[in-house]
């Protein structure tokens, strides 16, 4: 057997080409040297598909044989990764190995987000091609070996002479021939997003799956394979991420010989891509990490990458900003004489810049109205933007900007103007999501039309930040502008659109620092990071809350890729009152800023907050790129959240504990703090006490009972 062996540092990834011309899926995990095709057995199995070159020899069948991608229509009857239908109604292809080849560097794919390296960086790509149809895919393979990273994507290429329908296209599969699992998965909803679940991996198979046009506050797409011991420091586990934004869908199956399959890619469903002679399609990039040594490697490694291989722009090394947002402070009901109010607030507080939300534009008081009409209510700021931001900027601060270019109201002049411009369906009403439409962003006119107006703004205020919001689900799948059979390609060119907006953007204000959004964390996936180095995490700001929000966001995402914000009191999402420090604490576990009407503030609380400020300054670098450690878990049902930093030298780390509950006489807790050297001493600074790293691993610190409801203390460990 032919074999392709792809290594990175600690992992060894296997493919092997039988006399057939069969692309098998030989081996992924632990470093490995050797030829992983002698660990296969052939039987002839009842009822599996024979290849038709092999009749005689019925112990070969693809419905047996770990696949590298199994395709609908060779005997294979488990779930495929690729599904095409010819014009004449005929389903099935046999995709047959052609030939690959090994390239340095990494592959780009056009108009879609992907990893990005250069030194030791390679390329493997891997020709198949249906004899039937004259169908080829190109299977192309990122090798990050510094990394133990293995990235992979699709591209399809028609090269028959009738047109073909792909209505089934993932990105990748991974199949075990032996071992027990666990899929890890992170569900959630509006204001509560991320939430992790774990089950085994069973008969009946298992998607995570989002149909509303985005990646979803509902599942995200990332998940983990884990072995059903791992935990947070040992076991073999998979990571597998998405870097797109739109539908999509993970499938875990164990089939009849106990072999489990692992695929991610585009949802199938109300999808049918066509494709003319000659055309190509891509599917977007899945990124691929395992270890042996548990979870928090596993986050570890995809912390790193994203943050080095994904994030781009002038931000992706620089603290950003500390700033405050005006949405939970003043909602719409603000006036320009307010903004800078809370603006001279800030900068007396250590603040760098002032967000102003929604309800700058157009009649937008409420979200009725407004939304597509992208010219500043010079009215309501009470002079041109560009004034108000000179203002923003003679305090000292710098000034940034929300918008939610892909929305229109119907009570909005864009509307009037331009019905044809929103995705519905002509005879039915539409579904409303937050009273709004949205905008056809599969259409280049509209995003056209979009970013001219946003560069507009831009081009009249200094503005050196945007959030980029999207607040609802898309559900009329149907473009009034493309032709009929163009409907299965909307949700896919859609997302294309908004790429297209945010590289627009990227490339044209190569200063500004866009964050991400979509009701909160509804878009938190790695399509987005490519373009926006942060996102908001929730719209949930409540300190206890956002414990397990940003607890499982750590699984796949970096922290310096989350936004988190210290609010007000009683919280205005779930009413409960925690302190400024514990506020302030849990916001320091990603990119610190403050959403409050600071102009209400006592002076006690002002003075926190400055000190606050003061130490996140100090502490950012370690926050950003320190290795992060989940150390209790209130999602696993802990009576306490905690997380630690460690830089790079393990000579200093900061380890952050949060009471998620009040108990009277209750059981000492021992925060551990791992990743340091074992035999390293370290001197606390909150205790003043000195403790070895082999301490800090095994035993902890212990955490003195305090008589007050979700206190929080921070220590900051420094070897002696
Ligand atoms: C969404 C965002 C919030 C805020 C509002 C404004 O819900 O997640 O942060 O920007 O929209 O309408």
């Known amino acids: 057997m032919e074999l392709i062996t792809l290594q990175t540092k600690h992992t060894t990834y296997q493919m092997g080409v039988t ?33 038709y070159d092999l009749h005689g020899d019925n112990t070969v069948s693809c419905d047996v044989l770990p696949q ?15 599904e095409l239908t010819k014009k004449d109604g005929v389903r099935g292809v046999d995709f047959r190995y052609r030939s690959h080849q090994m390239l340095d560097g990494k592959y780009q794919i056009p108009r879609l987000p992907a990893a990005y390296g250069e030194n ?38 028609n090269r028959s002479f009738e047109e073909v329908v792909i209505q089934k296209v993932l990105s990748a599969t991974l199949e075990f021939v032996t071992g027990q699992y666990d899929l890890l998965y992170f569900h959630g909803r509006h204001m509560m997003e991320r939430i992790s679940e774990r089950v085994p991996v069973g008969h009946a198979k298992h998607c995570v799956e989002s149909r509303r046009g985005t990646s979803s506050h ?24 998405f870097v797109y934004s739109g539908n999509f869908v993970v499938e875990a199956e164990k089939d009849q010989f106990e072999q489990i399959r692992l695929q991610m890619g585009l949802l199938n469903e109300a999808f049918d891509y066509h494709l003319e002679p000659g055309e190509k399609f891509y599917a977007p990039e899945v990124i691929l990490s395992c270890t042996e040594k548990g979870l928090s490697r596993l986050s570890q490694q995809f912390h790193l990458f994203i943050r080095e291989h994904i994030c781009r722009g002038s931000y992706q090394h620089r603290r950003r900003p500390i700033l405050v947002n005006n949405w939970e402070a003043t909602y719409f009901d603000f006036t320009g004489e307010k903004l800078i109010e809370i603006a001279k607030q800030a900068s007396d507080l250590g603040m760098e810049m002032l967000v102003l939300d929604d309800g700058w ?72 999501g937050r009273n709004q439409l949205v905008l056809d962003f599969s259409r280049k006119e509209v995003v056209d039309y979009i970013f001219q107006k946003i560069s507009f703004v831009l081009d009249h205020a200094k503005i050196e930040y945007l959030k980029m919001d999207m607040n609802r689900s898309i559900c009329e799948v149907y473009s009034e502008m493309a032709r009929r059979q163009d409907a299965g390609m909307i949700l896919y060119q859609y997302v294309l659109g908004v790429y297209d907006f945010l590289e627009r953007l990227q490339q044209t204000y190569p200063a500004l620092l866009i964050e991400g959004c979509s009701s909160g964390g509804g878009r938190f996936d790695a399509g987005m990071l490519y373009y926006t180095p942060q996102i908001w995490c929730s719209d949930n700001t ?59 503030l006592d002076e006690e609380e002002k003075q926190e907050i400055r000190e606050q400020i003061q130490a996140y300054k100090e502490q950012w670098e370690l926050i950003h790129y320190g290795t992060y450690y989940r150390v209790a878990s209130t999602m696993a049902g802990d009576a306490y959240g905690a997380w630690a930093f460690v830089n790079e030298e393990k000579n200093k780390a900061l380890l952050s504990v949060v009471s998620a509950e009040a108990r009277a006489n209750r059981p000492i807790y021992y925060a551990k703090c791992p ?46």
């Not at 169908?135 to 399809?156: A, C, H, K, N």
């Not at 995200?220 to 990571?239: K, R």
Request: hydrophobic fraction near 35%; include cysteine.
């Open 19 to 51: 006399e057939q011309g069969l692309l098998l899926h030989l081996y992924y995990g632990a470093k490995n040297k050797g030829d992983l095709s002698n660990t296969l057995l052939h039987y002839e199995r009842g009822m599996s598909g024979v290849p």
């Open 68 to 82: 590298e991608y199994p395709c609908f229509g060779n005997g294979d009857y488990r779930s495929p990764a690729f």
């Open 120 to 157: 030791g960086v390679q390329t493997c790509q891997i020709l198949l091609e249906d004899p039937c149809t004259k169908v080829q895919i190109m299977l192309r393979y990122g090798i990050f070996f510094e990394q133990d990273v293995i990235t992979r994507s699709v591209e399809v290429i």
């Open 218 to 241: 509902q599942h995200n797409p990332f998940v983990i394979l884990a072995e059903q011991h791992t935990t947070e420091e040992s076991g073999l586990c998979y990571g597998m991420s």
């Open 361 to 432: 534009f157009g009649k937008r008081n409420n979200d009725l109205a407004g939304l597509g009409d992208w010219e500043v209510n010079e009215e309501k700021i009470g002079g041109t933007l560009r004034e108000l931001s000179e203002a923003i900027h003679k305090e000292g601060l710098q000034f940034g900007l929300w918008i939610e270019p892909e929305m229109v109201n119907e009570d909005s002049n864009l509307y009037r103007a331009h019905p044809e411009w929103v995705l519905r369906i002509p005879g039915k009403p539409p579904v409303l």
């Open 542 to 600: 409540d300190a206890i809350e956002r414990l397990v929000i940003q607890e499982g966001t750590s699984y796949g995402y970096p922290i310096s890729s989350v936004s988190a914000h210290v609010s007000a009191v009683p919280n205005h999402q779930t009413g409960r009152n925690t302190s400024m420090h514990t506020r302030g604490v849990v916001a320091m576990a990603g990119n610190l800023g403050y959403e409050l009407d600071l102009t209400t």
């Open 675 to 720: 990743g340091l050297k074992e035999d390293g001493i370290y001197h606390c600074l909150e205790t003043d006490g000195v403790y070895s790293g082999a301490t800090l691993r095994y035993v902890g610190i212990a955490i003195p009972i305090v008589n007050e409801e979700y206190f929080a203390r921070q220590y900051h460990l420094n070897e002696v």
